[in-house]
């Protein structure tokens, strides 16, 4: 008979967790909604502002591109503000529940802290992964033509996408008669005339695979023809000889002005179904992939990220009130987010300075909020 009371006792108790997790995942999913819309409208806000500071000195740009301009931002400033956002509004879900004594009736009744969390956690993984999988592309797309509206209109000069004007450097696999290699191709200036990348005061550097120079050449302008580089008046020094003049030379390439475009294009114009395609295309073109390689690991991470802040959130605002200190918990749970994002950032801009691997510099933050997380909920569970 005992034992049929305390069977039904735990089913009663693991049916009432399910019931909770479920209130508990509903409540946690409308605050963090409300909270990252919130905040993209914020920050859409100051970024909307910035543009209308940018275009005061052009009269011919109307306010309704500059508010199309924002409007394209907003899903990339959505995918940003994301984590931070699951913060805060799993920081008010749980401390109004904690409130309202309805977490702490809970735990007295048995059901344990990661019971209950199990389900704003899977919801908090969701949002992260409908924001990498979903939103991203759309944000890519959408971030792609505010680029290219603002390089056409509030830009002045021409920028790396317009390939007017500057230097272009380029590394390249390269079949030489010694063998396999890389031939290294710097144009002093280059110019986009009628769809034809035109380039001047050339120089290639051939080398073989053990990166020794066979051969330099040099011509004063030449341009991207279909499948090679083609100079004319071109000389020929190879070490330890004179140059000769040889006039015209082709050097196979398997770019194209479209992938030289795209080459100096942000990462941010790319979606994470895209990016490894175009990090191998990069790599065997010889233009670096640091950064790309770094969004993408960034958009990997972004649920396990997204996980920590939820985990971080309930760690900082379950704190029964009856204990004082909430308004000092609540703060702390606020600082320690804005911490995790500036060490986020200071992360990427060492990878991006090849300082750090993008691995660790997009995983590292996650990893170092996910350890907080755990030391505080099993600190609160067991003290």
């Known amino acids: 008979m005992g034992r049929k009371t305390l069977a039904v006792i735990r089913g009663s ?24 819309a919130a905040l993209t409208g914020l920050v859409s806000l ?9 275009v005061a000195t052009k009269p011919d740009v109307p306010t309704s591109l500059v508010t199309e301009i924002a409007g394209l931002h907003v899903p990339y400033f959505m995918i940003t503000i994301m984590p931070f956002g699951i913060l805060l509004g799993g920081i008010v879900c749980f401390w109004r529940l904690t409130r309202s004594s309805e977490l702490i009736v809970a735990r007295a009744a048995g059901i344990s802290a990661w019971q209950f969390l199990a389900a704003p956690l899977a919801c908090a993984i969701i949002v992260g992964l409908l924001g990498m999988g979903a939103l991203s592309p759309l944000s890519s797309i959408m971030f792609r033509k505010a680029e290219l509206l603002d390089e056409t209109y509030l830009k002045t000069g021409g920028g790396p996408l317009t390939l007017n004007g ?15 290699g890389v031939a290294i191709l710097h144009a002093r200036d280059v110019r986009l005339q009628e769809g034809v990348l035109h380039i001047n005061e050339v120089s290639i550097f051939r080398l073989d695979d053990h990166d020794h120079l066979v051969l330099r050449i040099e011509a004063p302008n030449g341009f991207l023809a279909k499948g090679m580089w083609r100079l004319e008046d ?10 000769v003049k040889i006039g ?32 191998h295309l990069l790599e065997r073109s ?3 992939s640091i950064r790309h390689r770094l969004h993408f690991q960034t958009l990997l991470a972004l649920p396990i990220l997204c996980g920590t802040m939820a985990l971080v959130s ?8 009856r204990r004082g200190g909430v308004a000092r918990m609540l703060g702390s749970g606020i600082a320690a987010g ?12 060492f990878g991006e300075s090849g300082a750090l691997p993008p691995v660790l510099a997009a995983w590292a933050p996650t990893g170092a909020g996910l350890c907080l997380a755990v030391t505080l909920l099993l600190h609160l569970e067991d003290g």
Do not use: C
């Open 13 to 36: 108790t693991a049916g009432v967790s399910v019931t909770l997790s479920l209130y508990i995942a509903r409540l946690f999913t409308l605050f963090v909604l409300a909270m990252i």
């Open 46 to 54: 100051f970024d909307f502002i910035d543009l209308l500071r940018r």
């Open 166 to 180: 500057g230097a272009l450097w380029l590394r390249q696999s390269d079949d030489t008669a010694e063998g396999r």
């Open 234 to 243: 071109a000389s020929t020094v190879r070490p330890d000889h004179l140059p």
């Open 248 to 279: 015209r030379y082709d050097l196979p390439t398997n770019l194209t002005l479209t992938r030289v475009k795209e080459s100096f294009a942000s990462p941010e114009t790319l979606s994470f179904w895209e990016l490894p395609g175009f990090i």
């Open 286 to 288: 010889g233009f670096s």
């Open 314 to 321: 309930a760690g900082f605002s379950m704190r029964p009130t």
């Open 338 to 349: 804005f911490a995790l994002f500036t060490i986020s950032k200071v992360a990427a801009q």
